[in-house]
C-alpha cells in the first residue's frame, strides 16, 4: 500500500476507511524508496532522509540486521503548514531482533548509534531502539509506550498514523539513496 496523503489536519491518519481491517490501520508499511519518493524532493527533508539512510547502512554494518523501523516526528506531518517550520529531525524507533556484533565495527560507532542524542547530531535522527526478545509484558510496555507518543502530534495531540519500515533492505535502501542523488 502507498504510504497514505496527509488528512485534513496535515498528518497521516491513523486507518484508512475501516479501523478493523489491520492492512488499513497505522503504522503503514512502507520501503525507503517511497519515503524518499514522497518527501525527497524538499532539501531540508532530504538532508534528514540521508542521515537516516546512512543511520540504517551503520546499523547494519555494527550487525543489527533482523528487525524493523518506526518512523514519526514532524518529519512524517506536514509540519511546513502545520507549524510554519521544516521539519528538525525524524524520530525513528528501531525495534531488532538478537544480533551479534559485528567485531569489525568502531566502538566510536555503536556508542553513536545507542545514543539519541548523538544519533539527532549525527544523522538528524531521534532514534532509540526496542529489543524483541525482552520479557513479553516489557516488549508490550515498550510498544504501547512508543506507539502512543508517536500516535499524536506533540503540539496539539491530534491523532495520526506512522511508518514502518524493514530493516535489513539493502535493494530499496540503495534505490532510495539514488533517488536522493538525482536532485
Known amino acids: 500500500m ?19 481491517n489491520g492492512a488499513n490501520v497505522s503504522p503503514y508499511s512502507t520501503t525507503m524508496e517511497e519515503i ?13 532522509l540521508s542521515g537516516l539512510l546512512r543511520l540504517r547502512q551503520d ?10 523501523q518506526w518512523l514519526d516526528g514532524s518529519f512524517v506531518e506536514d509540519c511546513e503548514s502545520r507549524n510554519s517550520r521544516s521539519p528538525g529531525d525524524v524520530d525513528v524507533i528501531t ?22 542524542v ?6 538528524q535522527v531521534h532514534h532509540m531502539y526496542v529489543p524483541l526478545l525482552l ?3 516489557q516488549l508490550v510496555n515498550h510498544t504501547h509506550f512508543w506507539y502512543g507518543l508517536f500516535t499524536h502530534t506533540k503540539s496539539d495531540n491530534v491523532r ?18 539514488a533517488h536522493l542523488a538525482s536532485f
Do not use: M
Open 135 to 137: 520479557p513479553p509484558d
Open 59 to 68: 546499523l547494519l554494518a555494527v550487525g543489527l540486521q533482523n528487525g524493523f
Open 160 to 177: 495520526k498514523g506512522i511508518l514502518r519500515v524493514e530493516l535489513n533492505s539493502p535493494p530499496e535502501d540503495a534505490a532510495a539513496t
Open 36 to 48: 524518499c519518493q514522497k518527501w525527497g524532493s524538499d532539501p531540508v527533508r532530504r538532508n534528514i
Open 118 to 123: 548523538l544519533t539527532k547530531g549525527q544523522y
Open 95 to 116: 525495534f531488532f531482533h538478537p544480533y551479534i556484533l559485528n567485531p569489525q565495527a568502531p566502538t566510536n560507532l555503536v556508542a553513536t548509534l545507542g545514543n539519541s
Open 2 to 20: 502507498p504510504i497514505p496523503p496527509y488528512d485534513h489536519n496535515g498528518v497521516l491518519p491513523p486507518y484508512l476507511v475501516d479501523p478493523t
